[in-house]
């Protein structure tokens, strides 16, 4: 098992003839992703072809589902049309629409949030690294890739890592496939203010899987959604957890890069977010160099 | 981005919110015209208004000596002594830091006589991803600090953002302040603009403190802004054009403006280890690694997922003239990011500004070994770092000697 997506999920890609999400198409067709149709309204009818691998591309979602069966979607549209893409595979009834776009204004995020309320669609990001299930093949591959993380520095294993930031995963991604640990699923659920979900869903996520015996959970400035999942974790953990937050040094009111890493009105410092961690129980990484070993001492 | 408060007031006010009557002005011939024109029109305290992006402004003090950043004034004689002390000259207050900031511009306005203050701001509830409408009867204070001491005296209305903020909604919070009769109404209309400025600006706070009820000339009550402070969405700003050409660059460091033309994340701090590193996370935490080892971080930067070879060389020329940085750490996980793509651009970039100050590397990932390879043929002096922390242990070390 794993979470969210298996090696076996039906994956489009909105935006596939784009140069972004066409290189990435191309990458997960690479580690062996199930990549069946591409979305790019206008061009219905052509293909996304690939060593030899014919993606069939569709004008709307809603036909790419019904001729494909795709039930995960990867969102790579500009950011002015991002939350109509997101909600076009919310109305086509996809299971995961994930989120790569970074910029989106903040109150489209508001609305389209709005919007999918009550739908079964869940949503990761946006402005997130996505997600990955690693395969049982060499470097991973066979597993399923949605987004743009690096697939070949995975392995397959039994440690769930979530993060708000792409690159602290892969950092602690490799620091765990270098000392042979696998991973059951990486999620990147994106560094802006409104995402479709948080912390606390994927660790409950992680918490009900057998196969995940271990976890990491990587914060950062900004927010409460880290303070939210520690909560959780104090009183119904079942399983270890070790965690990192970035974002000591930050000044203060100043956005990090991502939209949602700004302290603000004293709010969403790293020190509230580690003594947070520290509440709960959770194993507290001092650099990010430590996440790894943190955990694995843990276990 | 942030705007000063005369850009903030012409916002709300095209959103029919009540503001004191008053323009802004750069020079002291405006400054003068302005003040006769508000004196002829009946009013009979004006109050002139340093316009700098930082708070605290009516403590504050110039370099030369003259006394606070906001200064009422009963003559045209008298603003013009104030707008001249003003003009050009720098202002300290609690948050510019002692560098001060130069006033460009003034804005000379009514100074209604302020019967009862309160507190008003809309911005995002990160918690339920909602807007949230706050107000208070504690106007004119630290809002922080009534939330800390006094946090019932702080009234939260959200909005869902279907329908927006309906009429019964600004009645609540009007009731909430405890207002009463023909200054209830105004207050209705006015939260309401308030929220649709918030709204339709995609601006990511409004806040109006204090928000006032003034007696005006004729005796009677208004409410209105007296002052206000806008913040604005980076990530909307494409809708609009207006609101970009309020962007005050004097009041950003000119290293980030120099970064945003090669659209990098730079932020500048304090320290002497400038860090070049890709994505949000790991630059934030390769900062948090040079404190930890006993280093301080001269510079946020992330050159983000794809950047490209001069956007690299950009970012090595910005962090280089920076005169109080002492040692760079360069720090890349290239998961998809070509590592020599980055190489090639340090190479280039030191070959035409020259390096005499240590530079640690610490390269991972993709294509690996070709951007080691670069780094070695290049003849360029600099030390490798195995991990994040092995790397953050050695700048700190050939910095602080």
Same mark, same amino acid.
């Given at each position: ?57 569709? +004008? ?47 109150? +489209?995020?508001?609305?389209?949030? %709005? ?23 060499? +470097? ?60 606390? +869903? ?52 100043? %956005? ?44 | 981005?942030?705007?000063?408060? #005369? ?7 095209? #959103? ?18 302005? /003040? ?11 109050? !002139?208004?340093?316009?700098? @992006? ?6 504050? &003090?110039?370099? @030369? ?10 003559? !045209? ?51 339920? $991803?909602?807007?949230?409408?706050? /107000?208070? &009867? ?65 601006? $990511? ?34 809708? @609009?054009?207006? =609101? ?40 934030? $935490?390769?900062?948090?690694? =040079?404190? @930890? ?25 910005? =962090? ?22 980055? /190489? ?58």
């Amino acid at each position: 098992m794993s979470i969210l997506v298996t090696p076996k999920t039906k994956v489009l890609v909105q935006g596939i003839t784009g140069s972004f999400g066409g290189r990435h198409a191309q990458l997960s067709i690479d580690y062996g992703t199930q990549v069946v149709a591409g979305v790019t309204p206008g061009k219905g009818g052509q293909f996304f072809e690939h060593k030899g691998t014919r993606v069939p591309i569709f +004008d709307t979602v809603a036909e790419a589902v019904r001729e494909t069966g795709a039930t995960a979607s990867a969102v790579f549209v500009p950011p002015p049309f991002a939350a109509d893409a997101i909600l076009e595979g919310v109305d086509a009834g996809l299971d995961l629409v994930v989120a790569i776009t970074e910029g989106i204004p903040v109150n +489209d995020m508001v609305r389209a949030k %709005r919007a999918m309320q009550g739908s079964k669609t869940r949503l990761i990001g946006p402005n997130c690294p996505g997600i990955v299930t690693p395969g049982e093949g060499p +470097d991973s591959h066979g597993g399923c890739r949605i987004g743009i993380a690096p697939g070949y520095i995975h392995k397959r294993g039994n440690i769930g890592v979530v993060s708000r930031s792409g690159t602290l995963t892969y950092e602690a991604v490799y620091q765990l496939t270098v000392r042979g640990v696998g991973q059951s699923t990486c999620v990147g659920i994106g560094g802006d203010p409104v995402n479709g979900t948080s912390h606390l +869903d994927v660790i409950q996520l992680f918490m009900a899987d057998p196969e995940t015996k271990g976890i990491i959970m990587i914060g950062e400035i900004g927010g409460s959604a880290e303070e939210e999942a520690a909560e959780w974790i104090a009183k119904h953990g079942t399983k270890p957890v070790a965690g990192f937050i970035a974002g000591a040094t930050a000044p203060p009111g100043r %956005r990090m890069g991502h939209a949602g890493a700004i302290v603000s009105g004293g709010k969403g410092t790293a020190e509230a977010k580690i003594a947070a961690f520290r509440a709960a129980g959770i194993g507290i990484a001092a650099t990010p160099s430590d996440m790894a070993d943190t955990l694995l001492k843990m276990m | 981005m942030n705007i000063h408060e #005369y850009q903030a007031k012409q916002l709300l006010k095209q #959103y029919g919110v009540a503001v004191p009557p008053g323009e802004s002005c750069q020079t002291i011939t405006e400054a003068k015209a302005i /003040a006769e024109k508000l004196f002829a029109a009946g009013q009979t305290l004006l109050v !002139v208004k340093s316009q700098i @992006h930082a708070g605290g402004r009516g403590k504050g &003090t110039f370099t @030369h000596g003259f006394q606070g950043g906001v200064k009422l004034v009963k003559s !045209v004689e008298e603003a013009v002594h104030v707008a001249g002390n003003m003009l050009s000259k720098t202002l300290v207050t609690k948050q510019t830091g002692p560098e001060g900031r130069v006033v460009g511009t003034l804005l000379i306005a009514g100074a209604e006589k302020i019967k009862r203050e309160f507190y008003l701001a809309v911005l995002l509830d990160r918690a339920n $991803s909602r807007p949230l409408v706050m /107000a208070s &009867t504690e106007g004119g204070m630290d809002i922080e600090e009534v939330a800390a001491k006094t946090p019932e005296k702080i009234f939260k209305e959200h909005i869902d953002p279907a329908v927006g903020l309906m009429p019964y909604q600004a009645r609540k919070i009007a009731a909430a302040l405890g207002l009463k009769g023909d200054v209830f109404n105004q207050a209705c209309k006015l939260i309401a603009g308030v929220y649709k400025t918030w709204w339709e600006c995609d601006a $990511s706070m409004v806040e109006i403190n204090p928000l006032a009820i003034v007696e005006t000339a004729d005796g009677k009550e208004a409410i209105m802004c007296v002052d206000a402070k806008i913040g604005l969405d980076d990530n909307a700003l494409y809708r @609009h054009p207006n =609101i970009v050409a309020m962007r005050d660059l004097a009041e950003e460091s000119p290293l980030e403006v120099e970064a945003s033309k090669f659209s990098l994340n730079y932020i500048k701090l304090d320290g002497n280890i400038a860090c070049l590193v890709n994505g949000a996370g790991l630059a934030m $935490s390769t900062m948090d690694i =040079i404190q @930890h080892f006993g280093g301080s971080p001269a510079n946020f930067l992330d050159v983000g997922g794809g950047a490209s070879k001069d956007q690299v060389a950009a970012a090595f020329r910005i =962090i280089l003239s920076d005169p109080s940085v002492k040692g760079i750490l360069v720090n890349i996980f290239g998961g998809i990011m070509d590592c020599n793509v980055i /190489a090639t651009g340090i190479v280039e970039a030191v070959k035409e500004t020259g390096l005499s100050i240590p530079l640690v590397v610490r390269l991972e990932g993709n294509n690996v070994a070709a951007g080691r390879n670069t780094l070695a043929e290049s003849g360029l002096k600099l030390t490798s770092g195995d991990s994040m922390a092995d790397a953050a242990r050695k700048v700190v070390a050939a910095v602080n000697g």
